[in-house]
Structures are given as structure tokens and as C-alpha cells.
């Protein structure tokens, strides 16, 4: 197999900037020159993105050169307070959610960070089985309530409408994986990305709950083997507004 850094002798300057930065100790200088080893790489592409010279090329992805953004350029007053603004979205319009915003959506999930760089989070857009896939749910849940509203009092006043689900979103994405940090981490990414093109998302547990119980559901969106629903993001355009941010509790924080 062809190793996964490739060092044009020519361009190495030998700064070691390179071998500083790789987390798993892959690369190393020798007669003024980065030279990797033969196994132990994660392919996170820090020697790639930290050369000064461009000497560095990862041999399996498309090697475009893009400029870096930094954080910094955003505001982090305004951030904070368009995090702290944030609502969980459960009514939405009708209005599609358009290819180029939700291509920025899971562009976001894809660049969000994965345990050793594992990159194996999985994105299920809905589409044409997304009224399936609510009619399992409803019907689950129907079930549930009639099994549970003689013990749960709350139960009997719910609801389960034929929306009860995607409230009448027009795009849902489930996110799935082995790994429940990395999908987290992925979907809390989608989720910012969503809120700063103008549209609400509300995360559904419910959804989890319901792709966990039921194999037909699991058929349906095609989850692959030996991955679970982690969680499913409903997005859409909002049909509420809030006025003012909600009080949370204290932080629970200690310096030890
Ligand atoms: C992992 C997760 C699962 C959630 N599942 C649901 C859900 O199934 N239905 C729902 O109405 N809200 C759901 N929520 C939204 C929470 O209820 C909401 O975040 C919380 O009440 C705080 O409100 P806020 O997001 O507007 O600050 C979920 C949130 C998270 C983070």
C-alpha cells in the first residue's frame, strides 16, 4: 500500500514544523528533510496544512488548496449571543430548505472533529421516505401511549398528530455512526451551520427512540451495519420567534 504523506524532498526545507505537529509521531527529519515512517498515520492532514513550503500532499484526497478562515474573523460577543439566542425550532414553514444550504449543512458535519480522526460518521437525508419513516414513528408512539397513559399522567394529554414527528419540516437528516461523541460533535456542527443560514432545527430523541425499537425504520433509512441512529436533525424555516433568552441554571463548574 502507498504510503498516505508524500514529502517532495525538493520543496522540504527541513523547518520541522511537520514532525512538531503530527500527533502520532509519523513523520520524522532526517539530512534536513521530513521523511515519514511506514505505519502509524491518522491522515488528519496536520503536515499538510502546517508546511510552509507546500511540500506536503495527501496521497488519498484531493490535494485543493484552500486558503484557512480563521475563528477570529467572527465576532465572539455576537457568537456568544447568537449561541445563547439559539431555541430548539418545532414549528416550521413550508419552505424547502434550498441544495446549497443544506450541501453547507453536512459540509459542516464533515469538518466537525472525530476520535483519531475516524471521520465515520454517516448522513441520511430523508427525502421521498421521510413520510414513511413518520408514520413508523406516530404508529410506534400511538402504541406506547395507549400502553402507558393508565400509569403516566402527562401521557394522556399528548397528541401524536400524523406530524408529530418532523412537525412539517422539510428536511430531515439522521445522523448516525459507531461512535456517539463523533456523530454528537458532527450533528452540534450541522446544527450552527443550519442556524446561521437562516433556519430552525429541532434534534429528535424521539426519532432515536423510535429507530432503536424498530427494525422496519431501521430498513427503511437504510442504516448501515453496525451503525446506530446517534441522533436526527429536523431543519426548516422557522414559524416562531423568539423575544428573549431563556435563563438556564448555574454553571456547575469547580477549579480543582
Ligand atoms: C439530544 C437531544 C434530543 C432532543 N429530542 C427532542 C425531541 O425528541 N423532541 C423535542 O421536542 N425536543 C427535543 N430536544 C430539544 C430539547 O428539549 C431542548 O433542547 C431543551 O428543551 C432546551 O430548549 P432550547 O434548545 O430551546 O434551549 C432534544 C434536544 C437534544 C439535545
Known amino acids: 500500500m502507498s504510503k498516505p504523506i508524500l514529502i517532495d524532498e525538493k520543496k522540504c526545507i527541513g523547518c ?8 502520532n509521531s509519523y513523520l520524522y527529519l532526517e539530512n534536513k528533510k521530513a521523511h515519514t515512517h511506514e505505519t502509524g498515520c491518522i491522515e488528519c492532514g496536520h503536515c499538510y496544512a502546517v508546511c510552509p513550503q507546500g511540500a506536503v500532499s495527501m496521497a488519498n484526497y484531493d490535494n485543493k488548496e484552500e486558503p484557512v478562515v480563521s475563528m477570529t474573523e467572527l465576532d465572539s460577543d455576537t457568537l456568544l ?13 413550508k419552505q424547502p430548505v434550498e441544495k446549497e444550504k443544506l450541501r453547507k449543512i453536512l459540509e459542516a ?22 413520510k414513511q419513516a413518520e408514520k413508523i414513528c406516530v404508529s410506534l408512539f400511538r402504541k406506547g401511549q395507549e400502553l402507558g397513559s393508565p400509569f403516566i399522567d402527562f401521557l394522556k394529554r399528548v397528541k401524536i398528530t400524523d406530524d408529530f414527528f418532523f412537525k412539517g419540516a422539510p428536511l430531515v437528516i439522521v445522523v448516525s455512526g459507531k461512535n456517539k461523541v463523533n456523530a454528537s460533535l458532527a450533528a452540534a456542527y450541522m446544527e450552527i451551520m443550519a442556524e446561521s443560514l437562516g433556519l430552525g432545527v429541532l434534534y429528535s430523541g424521539f426519532f432515536t427512540v423510535c429507530a432503536k425499537l424498530s427494525r422496519r425504520l431501521r430498513r427503511l433509512i437504510k442504516l448501515p451495519k453496525g451503525e446506530e441512529v446517534v441522533t436526527c436533525l429536523i431543519i426548516g ?4 420567534k423568539y423575544q428573549r433568552i431563556v435563563p438556564r ?8
Open 109 to 130: 458535519g464533515r469538518y466537525a472533529p472525530t476520535g483519531g480522526n475516524a471521520q465515520n460518521v454517516s448522513y441520511t437525508v430523508l427525502g421521498s421516505r421521510q
Open 81 to 93: 449571543q447568537a449561541m445563547r439566542s439559539r431555541r430548539t425550532i418545532r414549528h416550521f414553514t
Open 16 to 23: 520541522s514544523l511537520c514532525v512538531k505537529d503530527c500527533p
Open 249 to 256: 441554571k448555574a454553571l456547575k463548574v469547580k477549579k480543582i
Open 237 to 240: 424555516y422557522p414559524a416562531v
